[in-house]
């Protein structure tokens, strides 16, 4: 246990400034060297200052109400998913189920997660092997290798999570192994339910805004849970899920493949509170290419069109395809809830464009370049969101998307029945959220720096 890694506590990414000064300047020193194992001390929204964030003006969207959206392209990796990558594996070492060296780490994920796996576990001391489906965008792979983790592809796109889960049920016997599976381990919802929900109340306040809505579309259902640690403050914001029109699981128990990369789908995941979640929003996936497209390379016509200069140059590189649907959730959502100008709709930009310059030249070659003129009418996409594809979040549909867990995680994962009833009790999320303490705890104890830990400050 001695040679283990153990890098910052909850509270330390959820305040940087908690964090030994000699590490922090540290920590400053390796962000040019993206392969540092210091850079752990770097994984949190605010590692750089202030936390990043764009405020989406009406120009843009045709709301009374801002969007605000965070950015998780300052994390090392490049996206905030290397969070849950890093908080669930250093659990894994408090509770001695892995060792550097003893164990190889295995990652099943549709992108993000997998890349955040491969840089962490090397840094930490232990061989990554990553399982995503072999039609995610070919930057994805690069960023996986170039970190030294090991690939194995499955069959599909996106939507193929099961192919990923069979894959990692084979893998899982072999000795050795340790299966790290980003939609089932509570440490992923205890980052967000810390770390992004803190971030979001400090951008927020300091816009001196109340929150309206918190809207993410689930993925692992991680960045989702940021919702419920938002409404201790904002009791009236509502928590919005998303998921593409074109795989609609929560939706009407719908399946489909789409192209909206890091979202998941055909099945809910077993550390998504549904009994949190108030409304769901599906977005069609083709606007989010599309919408993308004008954002990266529709600068020129968004000033035209009326959008200040300064807000359309920094979107460019801002957004991945999954921040777009966010973005186009989050205007469909305020129109529906009738949000103000005072009522900021808060999302998150997972990653950055870096990983989907192949995705936009396949679109350039399915429907020809974007020009002038077609760029304009894109602003539409954002303004005008399609009509339907919303269901109330009522004590019947939190049932049914409850229910909708048996099928993945009791017939083919192996919980119980009574592991799927205890979490329609209020007392079981609170736990969960609660567990950060104890394991800020044990970290520093690790670190050997005994009990005196900084404790998770309340986000009353």
């Avoid at 300091?206 to 692992?220: D, I, N, R, Y």
């Avoid at 990983?355 to 894109?378: F, I, N, Q």
Wanted: proline letters at 6%; a negative charge; charged letters at 25%.
């Amino acid at each position: 246990m001695g040679g283990m890694i153990f890098g910052p506590t909850f509270a330390e990414m959820r305040d940087p400034s908690l964090i030994p000064a000699a590490v922090r300047e540290q920590a400053r020193a390796a962000r040019g060297r993206s392969l540092d194992p210091a850079n752990l001390w770097n994984i949190g929204w605010k590692s750089e200052g202030a936390v990043p964030h764009a405020v989406l003006p009406s120009a843009l969207t045709g709301l009374p109400a801002p969007v605000v959206v965070l950015s998780g392209g300052r994390f090392p990796t490049g996206s905030h998913k290397v969070g849950p990558a890093y908080s669930i594996l250093v659990e894994k070492q408090l509770d001695g189920d892995c060792a550097p060296g003893a164990h190889t780490l295995v990652f099943p994920s549709t992108g993000n997660f997998g890349i955040g796996g491969a840089w962490v576990g090397p840094r930490m001391g232990y061989r990554s092997l990553v399982v995503l489906p072999e039609e995610m965008s070919a930057e994805r792979f690069e960023k996986i290798r170039g970190y030294g983790a090991e690939i194995l592809a499955t069959p599909g796109s996106e939507s193929n999570v099961k192919e990923i889960y069979d894959k990692v049920r084979e893998l899982r016997s072999a000795p050795g192994r340790r299966i790290l599976n980003q939609f089932e381990e509570f440490a992923n919802y205890r980052f967000h339910f810390h770390c992004t929900a803190a971030a979001a109340l400090e951008v927020v306040d300091a816009l001196g805004l109340e929150v309206g809505a918190f809207v993410s579309a689930m993925g692992s259902a991680g960045t989702i849970a940021a919702g419920e640690a938002i409404k201790r403050r904002h009791p009236a914001a509502a928590t919005v899920a998303v998921e593409p029109v074109q795989c609609p699981t929560l939706y009407n128990v719908g399946f489909g493949a789409h192209r909206i990369e890091g979202i998941g789908d055909k099945h809910v995941t077993w550390i998504h509170n549904v009994w949190a979640t108030d409304l769901l929003v599906c977005v069609d996936d083709q606007r989010c290419l599309e919408g993308l497209q004008l954002l990266q390379e529709g600068t020129e016509a968004l000033v035209e069109e009326g959008v200040p200069a300064e807000h359309a140059r920094q979107w460019v590189g801002l957004f991945g395809i999954s921040g777009v649907c966010n973005v186009l959730a989050s205007v469909k959502a305020a129109r529906h809830l009738g949000l103000g100008p005072r009522q900021a709709v808060v999302t998150v930009a997972t990653d950055g464009f870096d990983r989907y310059p192949s995705v936009l030249r396949k679109l350039d070659r399915e429907r020809g370049p974007m020009t002038e003129d077609e760029a304009r009418r894109r602003l539409d996409i954002f303004r005008e969101p399609e009509p339907g594809w919303l269901v109330e979040g009522t004590a019947e549909a939190r049932r049914r998307w409850h229910n909708q867990k048996y099928f993945t995680w009791v017939e083919q994962q192996g919980k119980t029945v009574a592991e799927l009833r205890a979490q329609e009790d209020p007392a079981f999320w609170a736990a969960h959220q609660e567990k950060a303490a104890e394991v800020d705890r044990g970290i520093r104890e690790r670190r050997g720096e005994g009990s005196r830990a900084a404790s998770i400050p309340d986000l009353n």
